[in-house]
């Protein structure tokens, strides 16, 4: 028996990424603590892919807290339990760990936005680090100490003022509250969106050019 499947807006209908964001690989739109995007990393690194996307940090949920010894809102904790076992079930093959508190993602991110700037080379080794720093570890990535275990990972240096300014990184990915608001995403040069979590080889036929727009598939908001 079939399925009715949602009707996926045109490439023509797609609205262009901003100036900021042009590019001519994939663009991936993700945050540190969403464990769809964790999936979706190691999935990349896994197919060595993760080299050839350009990376796009945004914060989904700011209001998290930057400390293990917080406790998190009822509806976040159930979010978070749900969404863990929906990756442990779909992606056997991907370790993750329920981390004790959600923690807020915002230094990481800044730190991530900096590397991909200046040493665009390094940072897919840092991407990793911080992702699994937190899903594998349950070690708290907000924390300065962590986020430099993080850089030496990958071969960095810390400095302090490697961070990116937050209203710099608003400006380059303010449009995606406005325009998708969810994450997961890969959007390709030709238009073509690919919305939440699908699974393995969609994402690597989408990567690799054999571009469609499939259903969208689970996601953070």
Not at 9 to 22: I, K, N, T, V
Not at 72 to 95: C, F, G, K
Not at 181 to 209: K, N, S, W, Y
Request: hydrophobic content about 45%; some cysteine; proline content about 10%.
């Amino acid at each position: 028996m079939g399925i009715d499947l949602p009707v996926v807006a045109s490439l023509e209908a797609a609205r262009p990424l901003p100036p900021e964001l042009l590019s001519s690989r994939v663009v991936v739109v993700s945050d540190f603590n969403c464990p769809y995007c964790y999936t979706l990393n190691e999935w990349l690194t896994e197919l060595d892919l993760a080299g050839r996307v350009f990376w796009v940090g945004v914060e989904h949920k700011p209001h998290l807290p930057t400390d293990l010894s917080a406790s998190n809102r009822p509806d976040d904790v159930a979010i978070l339990h749900s969404e863990v076992s929906d990756v442990q079930r779909r992606a056997p093959e991907v370790e993750v760990q329920l981390p004790p508190v959600w923690v807020n993602s915002q230094n990481a991110l800044l730190l991530q936005a900096a590397i991909e700037a200046d040493h665009p080379e390094l940072a897919p080794a840092l991407r990793q680090a911080i992702f699994r720093r937190f899903w594998r570890e349950k070690r708290n990535i907000a924390a300065p100490d962590e986020l430099a275990a993080c850089l030496a990972q990958a071969g960095l240096t810390w400095d302090e003022e490697r961070f990116l300014d937050p209203g710099q990184l608003q400006r380059i990915t303010g449009w995606w509250s406005l325009e998708l608001d969810r994450i997961p995403c890969m959007l390709a040069p030709t238009g073509a969106r690919h919305l939440g979590l699908q699974d393995r080889p969609a994402v690597e036929a989408f990567v690799q050019g054999a571009l469609h727009e499939p259903p969208p598939g689970r996601v953070c908001r």
